[in-house]
């Protein structure tokens, strides 16, 4: 078990070798992910009961939860990678940062865009400042902060490492930022999803969001994986496995 | 060695008073602007302490960053910083000192500075003492995380603004408890949980703000 763990981690420094691997997860992932999409979007947009209170204004949750959850986890992802990059010099780390950079920004403005709509009907403003709402705020500027300095630094490896490093700073000082904001400041009500707790709801309302967060990783893995295969293939534009298989493709 | 490269350090601020003089100038300046421009939240003695807690360190922060840009500048373009890296036994140490400098040329100095400051800005003289721990706690870890932006920016020819992209949200625990701590003083609260957050928070970035930076001094010294 070991052994073959050990093995992967090997082969995972060769992009050769995920981009054969990957081929298969894309589909896979995509298809999950229009399955789950479909089926969460319908049934919590349309079947699922309205809020007792918010009516049915709640049901932005089902874009807004997801997306602030996919944020965070981008983030850390990156700062993950940036770490694995930096210790064991791997190739695939820094593919990896740059295709999933541009999307964490995009879904932290999703949960950000989707919040301010939320918030217009059940707190009576477009912006509040909110604990919760501006750790989402200060996570986007630390996106805004590692997309500045790619796009600053013209050497690749340079700039794998100095984003590398930054992403790991930045995840490190999440939690710090985040609990440090809530305890300033907060209105928003308490996350409705966690791993260790029950959540606050009947189960008509969230397992739609379940179905609807699961759709939002497959999708994220399906935009992340698409990603760094195109970055793949420009990277390693001169090998000679890239040429093979874009003859493959063409042959088809 | 630790001697001789603070020694070093300290000749060079000695020689050098624009490092410290000029960003006192721009905080005490900017303490004028806020005055004239927001004269309800300075001067009038209305919501005064929450305010003034709030630009008080607000300034310092920004005061602060506009410090940061030049922390290793001068040595990395002359070279000196290559070589203190390469021949340091320690480099750690190196890195360590330069801080501590940094620290020692602004946000000493704001804490030295801070009663006057406090008391332009509308605070009561029974907060001074209070607005100098936070600022003391405090200070640290804005040197200590701007050494980071600091030293992965240093090669860009214009850096500034993309160093206040990096460091100004890493500054944000420590703008929200050292407010907190100036405010809850200035209502007669107790301010010991600020207090002992904002040591903690430099304390932690003690530990690891040094390993960074020096990591990202190796990548802007290759990028020349």
Redesign the interface.
Known sequence: MLAALKRLWHKLGSPRWFFALTSFWVSLLGWAALLFLLVGAVWGLAFAPADYQQGNSFRIMYVHVPAAMLAQSLYIGMGVAGFIG?VWRMKLTDVFIAASLPLGMVVTALALFSGSVWGRPTWGSWWEWDGRTVSTL?LF??Y??IY??RE??A?MQ?RA??SA??A???T??IP??KY??E??NTLHQPASFGLTQKPAMPSEMWLPLLVMVLGFYALAGFVVLTRMRAEILHREGSARWVGEWIAGRRAI | MIGSLLRREWQILRRAKGAVINPMAFLFLSATLFAIAAPALVIQQTSQGASAAGILWTLVLLTQLLALDGMYRRDFDSGLLEQLLVTAQVPFVAVLSRIFMQWLSTGFIIVLASPLLAVLLGLSVETLPATAVALLLGTPTLSL?GS?GAS??VG?NR?G??LA??V???F??TL??GA?LVEAAQAGRDFMPQAY?LGL?SL?ALA?APF?TL??LK?SL??Q
Request: no cysteine; aromatic share 10%; charged share 5%.
């Open positions: 930096l200060v500027f630390l805004v902060g500045a300095l600053a630094i050497d340079l490492r100095a490093l930054l790991m700073v930045g490190v000082n710090i930022i440090s904001v305890w300033w | 995380l980071i992965v920016t860009f850096g603004v993309i992209l990096l100004l949200p890493l944000l625990p929200i408890f907190d957050v928070i932690g690891l960074a990591a990202g990548i290759e990028m």
